[in-house]
């Protein structure tokens, strides 16, 4: 038997809508088509080869992309919003951001993405860092219940006992 699977548009959406405000200080719901299978497979793996470097220890001022690859990358995150975002006049940092967040559902999910979205792209905020993570790991060690007591039952005083049984 094949499993009784619902049909994937049923509980999945294919897109992802953002609240912007524009310059004009509207607000506007923005939808961003989830692109085609092979557009998401370049921008997965654009993602996977910058992570690859970031854990290489490769400096983050050096550029992964030219302006032009950033630029294409936008565009295939994006689809058919990219020239909607463009010609309500945003300004490049809101632009960006709406952009990389896409980029973000794309590789990561919706959670991620919001993730994102709240931080504000810094990242920072997005994941824990080095002393977050050993924090929370050091207060988990910490609720470790210790050894329970060996009082009693240590070698040592087994043999001290027995000896001491062995003199009388």
């Keep these: 038997m094949a499993g009784d699977f619902k049909v994937l548009e049923e509980f999945q959406d294919d897109a992802l809508t953002l609240p912007v405000r524009l310059p004009s200080g509207e607000v506007r719901d923005f939808r961003i088509p989830s692109p085609p299978a092979e557009d998401g497979l370049k921008v997965q793996t654009l993602m996977e080869q910058t992570a690859r470097m970031a854990d290489s220890g490769t400096p983050m001022d050096s550029e992964v992309l030219d302006d032009a690859q950033e630029l294409d990358l936008y565009r295939t995150a994006l689809g058919d919003a990219y020239d909607d975002l463009l010609s309500v006049g945003l300004r490049w940092s809101r632009f960006r951001h709406v952009a990389m967040t896409a980029v973000m559902w794309i590789t990561a999910g919706l959670d991620a993405a919001e993730k994102y979205w709240e931080a504000d792209g810094d990242p920072s905020r997005v994941a824990p860092n080095r002393a977050a993570r050993r924090a929370a790991s ?18 040592r005083k087994a043999t001290a006992r027995a000896r001491k049984a062995a003199k009388t």
């Design 138 to 155: 050091s207060a988990a060690a910490s609720k470790t219940p210790s050894r329970g007591s060996t009082s009693g039952t240590s070698t």
